[in-house]
């Protein structure tokens, strides 16, 4: 099966701006990924002038909080490090039964993978520098380029945004044909807890498996 691969835009964001980021992208896939009735519920985020759509649906708000937490837990143990999360959906197929097992395996048809770059907080100035002479309020200064950073990165969400909108439109032949359901079996991997790279997990996983094996 063909699983084609979307690697969105990296996106820095500070520590108490996760969460929102990551509802806003998790969600706005898994909707353009919905089968059947949904009851589409606009959001409107608090830090950026950006609304998105959820499907509706509580228990997948609660498994995606649940990831996002588990994300955010990760960072907190892991500074200064880049990181990725990885949307994958799949279909599941019975395998080949034997004597005294019947499985089922997991055929990924398609892969997002989302990528953060968490900002430290930058140190305050020291105002005892010999060679500093400050024009205006340091303070007023600080606030505009905090201002500038988070015009910065909504711009950068949006672009995000669009580029899953691009990718779902144009990317439909690999999509398999699922009937009573309302969304396509998927799941969030987060990094390990180990200290080892995400992006090298995964390469051993693809070694071992001929695919990712996902988090629950």
Not at 19 to 48: N, Q, S, Y
Not at 137 to 161: I, N, Y
Request: proline share 4%.
């Amino acid at each position: 099966m063909n699983c084609e691969v979307c690697q969105l835009k990296e996106l820095e964001v500070e520590h108490f701006e996760i969460r929102e980021v990551l509802r806003c992208i998790l969600h706005t896939i898994v909707f353009h990924r919905a089968l059947g009735l949904v009851r589409p519920k606009d959001i409107d985020l608090e830090l950026f002038e950006i609304t998105y759509v959820q499907c509706g649906d509580v228990e997948l708000e609660k498994k995606i909080d649940e990831k996002i937490g588990q994300f955010i837990s990760w960072v907190e143990k892991h500074p200064n490090k880049k990181s990725q999360i990885c949307l994958s959906f799949f279909e599941l197929k019975n395998k080949q039964a034997t004597w005294f097992t019947h499985k089922t395996e997991r055929l990924y048809w398609e892969q997002w993978y989302i990528n953060l770059n968490v900002a430290q907080h930058p140190k305050a100035h020291s105002g005892n520098s010999h060679n500093s002479k400050v024009v205006g309020d340091p303070g007023e200064s600080a606030l505009d380029e905090r201002m500038a950073r988070r015009a910065a990165l909504e711009a950068s969400l949006r672009e995000v945004l669009f580029q899953i909108i691009k990718f779902v439109n144009e990317k439909k032949d690999h999509v398999p044909n699922i009937e009573g359901v309302v969304s396509f079996p998927h799941e969030i991997t987060i990094p390990s807890s180990s200290d080892s790279a995400f992006g090298m997990d995964m390469i051993k996983r693809m070694l071992q498996t001929g695919h990712p094996t996902m988090l629950s």
